[in-house]
């Protein structure tokens, strides 16, 4: 009868360990920029906007906050759309942050039609919508 609570005690244990790994090891962000104050270190998912008013995430002005972000790892890095957008804003997207990574994106996430969806599928983006573990910068 002591086994068997030793056991049921273990396996407790393993679940309690394994979901708090899981909550540390894939959490994310989302709408972030480098105008924004946003503490993004501890994140696996980032997030980020590639337009904020007049400026754009490829701007000279953002090149050393774009290094930060990529050395900041590991984590992944992806397109997040706030608003619902046209197919050639999302390809306006793709270009900014082929422009600020020297690399394609993977991921997007955000405001998207079906419309967009298929361009994303068409374009190889790879959407995520589960929101688990998700918060917003401000």
Do not use: H
């Not at 005690?9 to 394994?18: G, L, N, W, Y």
């Not at 994310?28 to 007049?54: E, F, H, R, S």
């Not at 000279?60 to 930060?68: I, K, L, R």
Request: charged residues 15%; negative net charge.
């Amino acid at each position: 009868m002591n086994g068997i609570w030793i056991w049921f005690i273990v396996i407790i244990v393993i679940i309690v360990a394994v979901v708090l790994y899981y909550k540390k090891t894939y959490n994310q962000i989302a709408n972030v920029y480098p105008t924004k104050d946003c503490n993004y270190q501890d994140y696996y998912y980032l997030w980020l906007n590639m337009k904020d008013g007049d400026t754009t995430l490829a701007d000279q002005a953002y090149n050393q906050w774009n290094t930060d972000v990529l050395l900041s790892g590991p984590n992944r890095i992806g397109i997040y759309v706030s608003d619902p957008v046209s197919n050639d804003v999302l390809a306006e997207y793709v270009d900014i942050y082929n422009k600020a990574f020297n690399f394609d994106p993977s991921y997007i996430r955000g405001s998207l039609s079906d419309e967009n969806k298929n361009w994303c599928k068409r374009n190889g983006l790879q959407i995520k919508s589960g929101t688990s573990n998700l918060s917003y910068c401000n």
